[in-house]
């Protein structure tokens, strides 16, 4: 069972540049989550998908921000006109909703650094 | 809102140490608590989950506690190694209206150093 996968590892882009990064989760995972993470600071919840519905979004996640989960398998996290605040870590993570505990299983990430 | 806050923030101590962090939470309606290892410029390894009806789980050198009526989960590394060493992070999740567990709220961490 591979674990969750995010691709690019890494994104370098300049200012007002369109971004998108991709996360397959585990195979059967019915819910996936995205996650960013500033240098310091523990990740801040963005939004989170049960198949294709998005479930809730955070007030982070502006409108330059986009998610979606076509076919409930792979997801697609877009930023617009990235500025330099963007830069950060972007995680993935998903979970089993028939696992009543909903453990929360982590990608390695997609690093982005807007010049 | 629900907040987390983790203490210490940075911990340095010999090998062999036994040793014990601290998460506290403000909103005691959790689902779930989780703690992670993230090691420098990695993703999260998950390193125990307590569901909010439990009171602990171990696994190997870790146990996590859970008071879920005062907030609060300790993680215990017994027998310190240095490569314990990472941050350790915790997180909790509250009900999702729908059922089920919402997103994770996470504390900023806890920088683990142990000394060979």
């Known amino acids: 069972d591979t674990g969750v996968s995010q691709n690019p590892r890494h994104k370098i882009t300049k200012r007002g540049q369109n971004v998108t990064f991709r996360c397959d989760p585990i195979?059967?995972?019915?819910?996936l989550y995205w996650y960013r993470q500033t240098l310091g600071q523990g990740p801040e919840f963005l939004t989170y998908?049960?198949?294709?519905?998005?479930?809730?979004k955070s007030r982070l996640l502006s409108d330059r921000f986009s998610a979606e989960r076509p076919k409930g398998s792979f997801s697609t996290l877009e930023i617009q006109r990235t500025e330099q605040g963007d830069s950060a870590m972007y995680l993935c993570a998903s979970s089993f909703r028939q696992q009543a505990s909903y453990e929360q299983y982590f990608g390695p990430g997609t690093r982005l650094t807007v010049t | 809102k629900q907040e987390v806050t983790q203490i210490p923030a940075a911990l340095s101590v010999p090998e062999g140490e036994n040793l014990v962090l601290n998460c506290s939470f403000t909103?005691?309606?959790?689902?779930?608590l989780q703690w992670f290892r993230q090691d420098p410029g990695k993703g999260l390894t998950s390193l125990l989950l307590i569901q909010s009806s439990q009171r602990e789980q171990t696994s190997g050198r870790l146990n996590a506690s859970l008071d879920k009526s005062s907030g609060r989960s300790t993680l215990y590394i017994a027998a310190s190694q240095p490569g314990d060493s990472a941050t350790y992070l915790c997180?909790?999740?509250?009900?999702?209206?729908?059922?089920?567990?919402?997103?994770?709220?996470f504390g900023k961490g806890t920088h683990l150093i142990i000394q060979p």
């Open positions: 997180a909790v999740s509250l009900m999702y209206s729908g059922g089920g567990a919402d997103g994770l709220t």
């Open positions: 195979s059967e995972h019915n819910r």
């Open positions: 998908f049960q198949n294709e519905a998005q479930l809730e």
């Open positions: 909103d005691s309606a959790i689902y779930n």
